[in-house]
């Protein structure tokens, strides 16, 4: 019976055959389908310098820059994931999601991206993706305004096409109430409470008077002062195209300031004060209002989580070299 059983020299290389099969699972499921903040350290090791140094200067010369950055990446990774689809201009063959209504006249920042792009071309061509590079310029721009930062998950690769509906159907609209903007961020896997730590976000940038109009003469949950100073402001601009700040306290410093405006009925946006009007999130905005550092250490972890929107990893997509087309 004995000289039947395998030597231990055979089961030992098993159980080697065995570790290294698990081991290259390990690697295969680490680096080719997961993003990590390291990815460009070897393949363009200047990359993060080289966009924190553009966003930088781009926010110095105009700080509403910072806003518009942050809004690019949200406004890309809710629609089909974070992979630069917002960036893609129309073509004959799809009408991309610059002109989707929640875009049209309002997204802002492409030049900015633009310029980031081809410095890193010249540094390292065909490596760094323009869905990164909005990642991490979404990131400085929070940092360059005062607010929080975190480590950027990268790897993610660029679509190969656009679509205007599935911009129009999953951005949030502002006219949505509670429950709406509870389930437009669950549909993408985000609890309420952290649909209203990245709401945070309209604690800088600027909002046109067709975003809010409707709001000031049909509510009641508005400051009736504030109310009024938006009305005239509004009645001069042309066409709805005016512009008033979502944070009316600080509107450049990435604080807590939106949501102590909840609090005294100062959101500008009917979808803003929706987050504070005798609902189930009201405990958590007087929670943000009274704990900057809660806000700041939430908000962070969700915009990395936001980042996380499936990317395009692998051989998935491409690198563009132009961010506005496809190769
Ligand atoms: C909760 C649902 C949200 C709604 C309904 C909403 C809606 C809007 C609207 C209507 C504007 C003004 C657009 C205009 O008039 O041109 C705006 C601006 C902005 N949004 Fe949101 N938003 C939401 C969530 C977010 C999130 C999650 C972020 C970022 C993570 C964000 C970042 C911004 C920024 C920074 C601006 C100012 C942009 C600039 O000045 O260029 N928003 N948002
Ligand atoms: C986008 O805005 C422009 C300028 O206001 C307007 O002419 C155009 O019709 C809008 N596009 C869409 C698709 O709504």
């Not at 926010?59 to 809004?71: D, F, Q, T, Y």
């Not at 610059?98 to 071309?121: H, M, T, W, Y």
């Not at 008033?244 to 509107?251: F, H, I, K, N, Q």
């Not at 405990?283 to 939430?298: K, L, P």
């Amino acid at each position: 019976m004995a000289s039947h059983n395998p030597s231990p020299w055979i089961y030992a290389n098993i159980r080697m055959i065995c570790l290294a099969l698990l081991f290259m699972l390990l690697v295969e499921i680490s680096t080719a389908h997961e993003l990590s903040p390291a990815f460009y350290a070897t393949s363009c090791p200047r990359a993060l310098s080289t966009i924190k140094s553009a966003v930088r200067s781009a926010v110095a010369r105009e700080a509403r820059m910072g806003a518009s950055l942050l809004r690019l990446h949200f406004h890309d990774c809710f629609v089909n994931g974070c992979d630069a689809s917002i960036l893609l201009d129309d073509t004959s063959s799809f009408t991309g999601e610059k002109k989707a209504g929640p875009n049209n006249n309002s997204v802002r920042g492409f030049e900015v991206i633009d310029n980031i792009k081809k410095q890193l071309e010249s540094l390292c061509p065909g490596i760094v993706s323009c869905a990164d590079i909005v990642a991490v310029a979404a990131r400085d721009s929070v940092v360059a305004l005062g607010g929080p930062t975190w480590n950027v998950q990268l790897g993610r690769r660029d679509s190969t096409t656009a679509s205007k509906d599935a911009a129009t159907s999953n951005l949030p609209p502002p006219t949505l109430d509670l429950n709406g903007l509870i389930s437009a961020f669950s549909n993408k896997g985000f609890t309420a409470k952290e649909m209203v730590a990245l709401s945070g976000s309209h604690t800088i940038g600027q909002a046109r008077c067709s975003s809010f109009q409707g709001r000031l003469n049909n509510e009641k949950t508005i400051d009736s002062k504030f109310a009024k100073s938006l009305k005239s402001k509004c009645s001069s601009g042309g066409s709805g195209t005016a512009l008033s700040p979502l944070d009316v306290s600080t509107p450049t410093a990435f604080d807590n300031s939106y949501y102590k405006n909840l609090l005294s009925q100062k959101g500008l946006l009917h979808s803003d004060q929706q987050l504070f009007s005798k609902g189930s999130t009201d405990s958590q905005v007087i929670a943000y209002s009274n704990n900057v550092g809660s806000f700041r250490t939430d908000f962070a972890n969700a915009m990395v989580k936001m980042g996380n929107l499936s990317p395009l990893t692998g051989t998935s997509g491409q690198i563009r070299t132009n961010c506005r087309k496809v190769n």
